[in-house]
């Protein structure tokens, strides 16, 4: 079956970095575009990042633009997002996810805090 793990958040200062992990099962990991989405408390989830499939091409919410990057390695089933210059706004639970055979599997979400 599908399965998405996400992993490495936590607690950080404004100004800086994390980096996410979501660990991909079940399916054909290079066949698929992924995304990271985001959902802070109170708000809707909302897209943070795409890749497509050979990670030629990548897309980003204006509010990550030039501080979060998003890669895969189609190798290891691995995707991720690297988070610079990260601001208390940035808090919000992180969540991988994809299509496969026409319906959308979401990981369990990883929580990341910026607080000083």
């Known amino acids: 079956q599908v399965q998405l793990v996400e992993s490495g958040g936590g607690l950080v200062q404004p100004g800086g970095s994390l980096r996410l992990s979501c660990a991909a099962s079940g399916f054909t990991f290079s066949s698929v575009h992924m995304s990271w989405y985001r959902q802070a408390p109170g708000k809707e989830r909302e897209l943070v990042a795409t890749i497509t499939r050979a990670g030629a091409s990548t897309n980003y919410a204006d509010s990550v633009k030039g501080r979060f990057t998003i890669s895969r390695d189609n190798a290891k089933n691995s995707l991720y997002l690297q988070m610079n210059s990260l601001k208390p706004e940035d808090t919000a639970v992180y969540y991988c996810?994809?299509?496969?055979?026409?319906?959308?599997?979401w990981g369990q979400g990883t929580q990341v805090t910026v607080s000083s």
């Open positions: 996810k994809t299509v496969w055979g026409l319906k959308g599997y």
